[in-house]
């Protein structure tokens, strides 16, 4: 058998062991198919500066020198302006996974899991409804900083392609679900807050199910026909990305709309200080552990905290 | 206000801090940085945001052209005009 022969066979026994856990999912979705524009009742209008949208302790200048400068009515405005962050980056990212999990739908070896992709898909478009359901009434979609072109884009073998990209979902859902699972459960936040944050949550369970059975079997069947110059780009990059991903937590717009000066140099001493590198340590914890003792990563994201 | 020199530094640490140890010891202002793999899309949203902290002014990736992120020269001669005293 050739090696990409020896790669296939090793793919498609590894989709299949995927079978049951992605039958039950598929139930699971069916079960708690959502139609997102009944789902919630919208208020009129919401207090930005009297009630709380997100969790005071998840804000990203929370135990920096700026957090003691902010009264408690300018620390609320804040969190509502990293609401609205937060959910603009989950659309972006839901965006990016829409068209990742699209170009593989039905895909050949992909065919035992396209029903669930077509659940994956479906569900992160609504929740990308809920998410622009509150930014566009209330506040507005922060604007994106990803972007590529033409000599930036690597050209990677399909099957690294698929691993990096089911990672990175993985990575993703992982960091954002923590803060979905805090605040769900955050008796201080309105409760539109708290309803975006435990829908998003109980619907992402399935998905970190699925992503953590695939990425395993993904690494498992592909990297070890891989040389090492692939295994330590993979690395690399993966890295690089939750990086690029916590960034996005720090944004200069969110700081400049809840009144501080100089944003992008808060948002760099935010990301600097000791208190918030903890904290996407502890935050990010759950995956690099899944990472580090699948052999999947070497050692931590050390740049990202 | 930074001066052209600062951007140039700053730009030059981010991406040796970004890119291996031997790979930048040939890095030059006039290198190009993605065709030789210094660097890949998944650093753009980061330098994206350098060089919005450098200029100090948003930088709207709808209106982006790659040839402006070609090389440090190239960079430097797109964005550290607009916010930037030399
Ligand atoms: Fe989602
Ligand atoms: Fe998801």
Known sequence: ?305 | MRSEQEFRDQLRSWIRSKSGEGETAALTDGTALFEERYLRSVHLPELLLLLERLCGEPIDVEELSPRDFRSIDAMVRRYARSGVAS
């Not at chain 1, 679900?177 to 829908?199: C, G, K, M, T």
Request: aromatic share 14%.
């Open chain 1, 1 to 305: 058998m050739s090696t990409s022969q020896a790669r296939k066979a090793r793919l498609a026994e590894a989709l299949a062991s995927l079978g049951p856990t992605v039958e039950r999912l598929s139930r699971l979705s069916q079960r708690s198919y959502q139609n997102p524009y009944t789902a919630v009742e919208w208020p009129a209008e919401v207090r930005p500066e009297e009630e709380w949208f997100g969790s005071p302790e998840y804000l990203s200048l929370y135990g920096t020198e700026f957090w003691e400068r902010l009264d408690e009515a300018a620390r609320r405005r804040l969190a509502f302006h990293e609401a609205a962050n937060f959910y603009s980056l989950n659309i972006h990212g839901e965006k990016g996974l829409m068209q990742g999990l699209a170009e593989r739908l039905y895909r050949k070896d992909l065919l035992d899991v396209a029903g669930y992709l077509h659940h994956f898909l479906d569900e992160e478009n609504k929740h990308s409804i809920y998410f622009g359901g509150f930014c566009t009434r209330y506040a507005k979609v922060y604007r994106s900083r990803q972007f590529s072109f033409e000599e930036s884009r690597d050209e990677r073998p399909r099957d690294v392609e698929d691993f990096l990209f089911f990672t990175r979902t993985m990575i993703f859902e992982e960091i954002v679900d923590h803060y979905n699972l805090v605040q769900s459960r955050d008796s201080r936040l309105h409760p539109v807050a708290r309803f975006i944050n435990h829908n998003h949550h109980f619907e992402e369970s399935r998905h970190l199910v699925f992503g953590r059975r695939l990425v395993a079997a993904l690494w498992e069947s592909c990297s070890p026909s891989w040389d090492g110059g692939t295994v330590a780009g993979v690395r690399d990059h993966l890295r690089q990305f939750f990086t690029t991903s916590w960034r996005e937590y720090y944004n200069p717009d969110v700081y400049a709309d809840a009144g501080l000066d100089e944003p992008w140099e808060t948002a760099e001493r935010a990301w600097l200080a000791p208190a918030q590198r903890e904290h996407r340590r502890r935050v990010s914890r759950k995956v690099t552990t899944f990472l580090l003792s699948g052999g999947i990563l070497d050692k931590e994201p050390v740049d990202a905290f």
